[in-house]
């Protein structure tokens, strides 16, 4: 039987990536990140991540069998946010306050506005964000990594904001310190980042942008004042910003869809932790600044579209 093939020029029109299979790449890029807080944070953290992603996956079964919907949890995108939300949670939480927090991601931050695709704000952020308003105590509470039993200890920007003292660099890049699940580590998130960026599941203007913008604004600030101020490195590594620009600001349903909007967005999230960081009542700003560059977002599309050829910028 003969064949009609159509011999052309190269590019070849590759399979476009699917929803599934982009949501299981950010988990598969996670699995470092699970394994260094594991290390580090032993049972605690296996417990908590586990109960986050199990409050997600139900919570979205249920609100969509309520309302009639078809269940789409097999898309990933609900183990993905109880992952996500676990990484960002300290390892001193207690399991159920995790699990509301899973609840109020997938409600809150995802369902409210009618599923996947149509949210506004992170939901892995929302979920954090609504448990740091009801047990701010319980969020701020951190123990050493590397023990069995629980013993208090604080986190490195803490440290830095308060005492005026910088943690190791190397402790920061390899993870001994104090924090969130999945933020110490800077080493086991950038594994995970290299593998979006050969898959092309991330953008990389974000990120860039993003880490850049802190980078700067710090140095800026370490050169004026170098016995107040934090050394660049130290604001890259410490805290929830790789994690944050690399996994968070990322996430193409809450971030510009313009190639110039990915850019002003990734400026706005570093100007704000620096804000917040240098100046502010809190130690860290990542979430805080994620999820205010989110409400930006619409109207940052409106203004980078590009324009049609031949057309008028309105």
């Known amino acids: 039987m003969k064949e009609n093939l159509i011999i052309s020029v190269s590019p070849h029109q590759k399979e476009k990536p699917t929803t599934p299979m982009v949501m299981r790449g950010v988990i598969y890029a996670l699995i470092p990140a699970v394994i260094a807080s594991i290390y580090y944070f032993k049972?605690?953290?296996?417990?908590?991540?586990?109960?986050?992603?199990a409050g997600t996956i139900l919570t979205e079964a249920m609100f969509q069998k309520l309302r009639r919907k078809t269940i789409t949890i097999n898309d990933g995108s609900a183990l993905l946010t109880g992952l996500l939300l676990a990484l960002v949670l300290p390892p001193s939480l207690p399991l159920?306050?995790?699990?509301?927090?899973?609840?109020?991601?997938?409600?809150?931050?995802?369902?409210?506005?009618?599923?996947?695709?149509?949210?506004?704000?992170?939901?892995?952020?929302?979920?954090?964000?609504?448990?740091?308003?009801?047990?701010?105590?319980?969020?701020?509470?951190?123990?050493?990594?590397?023990?069995?039993?629980?013993?208090?200890?604080?986190t490195p920007l803490s440290i830095m904001k308060f005492d005026k003292n910088i943690t190791s660099t190397l402790y920061l890049f390899l993870g001994n310190t104090g924090g969130s699940l999945g933020e110490t580590c800077a080493i086991a998130l950038i594994i995970g980042a290299i593998f979006l960026l050969i898959k092309k599941y991330m953008d990389w203007r974000i990120p860039l942008?993003?880490?850049?913008?802190?980078?700067?604004?710090?140095?800026?600030?370490?050169?004026?004042?170098?016995?107040?101020?934090?050394?660049?490195?130290?604001?890259?590594?410490?805290?929830?910003?790789?994690?944050?620009?690399?996994?968070?600001?990322?996430?193409?349903?809450?971030?510009?869809?313009?190639?110039?909007?990915?850019?002003?967005?990734?400026?706005?999230?570093?100007?704000?932790?620096?804000?917040?960081?240098?100046?502010?009542?809190?130690?860290?700003?990542?979430?805080?600044?994620?999820?205010?560059?989110?409400?930006?977002?619409?109207?940052?599309?409106?203004?980078?579209?590009?324009?049609?050829?031949?057309?008028?910028?309105?």
Not at 44 to 51: G, N, P, S, T
Request: charged letters at 10%; proline letters at 6%.
């Open 96 to 154: 159920w306050v995790g699990f509301l927090g899973a609840v109020m991601a997938i409600v809150i931050g995802k369902q409210i506005f009618g599923g996947l695709g149509q949210n506004i704000f992170n939901p892995a952020l929302i979920g954090r964000a609504f448990l740091m308003a009801t047990f701010p105590v319980m969020l701020t509470t951190w123990i050493k990594p590397g023990l069995f039993d629980a013993v208090s200890t604080a």
């Open 43 to 53: 049972l605690r953290a296996f417990l908590l991540i586990i109960v986050c992603i």
């Open 209 to 314: 942008s993003y880490i850049g913008t802190v980078l700067i604004l710090s140095s800026v600030l370490y050169l004026i004042k170098p016995a107040q101020y934090a050394t660049p490195w130290f604001h890259l590594f410490a805290g929830g910003l790789m994690i944050g620009a690399l996994f968070m600001a990322t996430d193409p349903v809450t971030s510009p869809v313009t190639k110039k909007g990915r850019y002003i967005f990734g400026v706005g999230c570093g100007i704000l932790v620096i804000i917040i960081r240098t100046w502010g009542g809190l130690p860290e700003g990542v979430m805080y600044s994620i999820l205010l560059m989110n409400a930006f977002t619409p109207l940052i599309n409106r203004y980078t579209v590009p324009v049609q050829f031949g057309g008028r910028k309105k």
